[in-house]
């Protein structure tokens, strides 16, 4: 019982530390967990789609499913087959570019507007591109009407790693929006390039109200924060704070806690390697950039972020949900103040792309295959 005691007063002496210095605590290496196949839940394959990226809940039953060479799918479980979409806008798709996530408007209940984000081709390359659009029709028959494309990553250029996650602030006034570095590190630490930040835009795509550098014009003005390598991963937990994971290059991929005006390193700092071995410096060298809460070496490749709030799962309340492409996984991190811990980490025999929680508690996955499941998870 002693020890017990000793152990807590440590423990809170370990967490007041952290809360004075966050910005420098040492986070925690996730990579050694070790998967569990004891699995808590059920797997239903409802659909299959050629190279599914993103899902977007509409109620319990329906989503949104788009595909990374450029469709996109009404999803209906209790229904027949899924029902694609038309009226796309032509997508870039190569390696890691195409059709990527999408998002229900906050008001989507009344405008039927969703937000989605594509690799789009042109002169020179190609370049993110954030388009709006209402999506219309009936059972067995839907298209994109009004389809306007309120943000365009210039110049045009090429590579992989085009980030392109969507966040709608909680308030539903603003949005955030990922960019991946594109494959060119550098650009993530130059100020006046939409590559390898975080945006913060209104609905309309425009430069939102506050921004750190709201003065400063272009880029500067819309940049939320700065220094992210490939972020796939973006959302608001239920406090109403914004979490990013990133990919890393050869070790060090990053759970992130989002703040206004932060620079999180990349590619002067990391946790991992460049893919030819030579070292990045370790971040604990540059306190002027953010360690990240969590990382990962070796990696998991996450993709999709989640907060579970949903009643089907009550331990997770709370807690983050974390696809792993390179490890066939599904993650759970506890976020407790400025720290995160992976509780455990799922073995799900497959890439998985995207999570994401339905109103009834369900949460839905999608698998980067050709074929690639879509997976509803129900307690067993
Ligand atoms: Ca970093």
């Given at each position: 019982m002693h020890f017990t005691l000793a152990r807590a007063l440590i423990a809170a002496t370990t967490i007041s530390g952290l809360a004075t210095n966050a910005a420098n605590a040492a986070p925690e290496n996730a990579g050694p967990n070790t998967p569990t196949t004891q699995l808590p839940f059920q797997s239903q394959t409802v659909a299959r789609f050629d190279l599914p990226w993103a899902i977007?809940?509409?109620?319990?039953?329906?989503?949104?499913v788009t595909t990374k060479p450029g469709r996109m799918f009404l999803v209906d479980h209790k229904g027949g087959a899924p029902v694609e979409v038309s009226g796309l806008p032509k997508v870039s798709h190569s390696g890691q570019n195409g059709l990527l996530d999408v998002a229900l408007a906050p008001d989507f209940?009344?405008?039927?507007?969703?937000?989605?984000?594509?690799?789009?081709?042109?002169?020179?390359?190609?370049?993110?591109?954030?388009?709006?659009a209402t999506l219309t029709g009936q059972q067995g028959n839907a298209q994109l009407d009004d389809l306007k494309v309120i943000w365009r990553q210039m110049p045009k250029g090429r590579g992989g790693q085009p980030g392109g996650i969507i966040a709608f602030a909680p308030d539903g006034k603003s949005l955030f929006l990922t960019s991946g570095d594109r494959m060119r590190p550098q650009t993530a630490q130059d100020p006046d390039l939409a590559l390898g930040k975080v945006l913060h835009l209104t609905l309309d795509g425009k430069l939102a109200p506050g921004n750190p550098n709201a003065d400063a014009g272009g880029v500067r003005a819309e940049t939320w924060t700065t220094g992210h390598r490939n972020p796939y991963g973006l959302a608001f937990a239920p406090d109403g704070r914004l979490w990013l994971h990133?990919?890393?290059?050869?070790?060090?991929?990053?759970l992130n806690l989002i703040e206004p005006g932060v620079n999180y390193g990349w590619p002067e700092v990391s946790y991992?390697?460049?893919?030819?071995?030579?070292?990045?410096?370790?971040?604990?060298?540059?306190?002027?950039?953010r360690e990240p809460a969590l990382y990962w070496t070796p990696v998991i490749a996450p993709a999709g972020l989640a907060f579970y709030d949903g009643d089907l799962f009550p331990a997770w309340k709370g807690t983050a949900l974390i696809g792993g492409l390179k490890t066939h996984t599904l993650s759970r991190?506890?976020?407790?103040?400025?720290?995160?811990?992976?509780d455990e980490r799922f073995a799900m025999q497959g890439r998985i792309r995207d999570v994401a929680v339905a109103p009834d508690g369900a949460v839905w996955v999608i698998e980067d295959a050709s074929p690639g499941r879509l997976l509803r998870l129900s307690p067993r």
């Open positions: 977007a809940v509409i109620d319990a039953d329906r989503l949104i209940a009344e405008s039927r507007r969703i937000y989605f984000t594509y690799v789009e081709p042109g002169d020179g390359g190609s370049s993110l591109a954030l388009a709006r990133e990919m890393g290059p050869k070790g060090g991929d990053e991992g390697d460049n893919y030819n071995g030579t070292p990045i410096p370790k971040p604990s060298t540059r306190p002027e950039f991190v506890t976020i407790k103040g400025d720290a995160a811990h992976e």
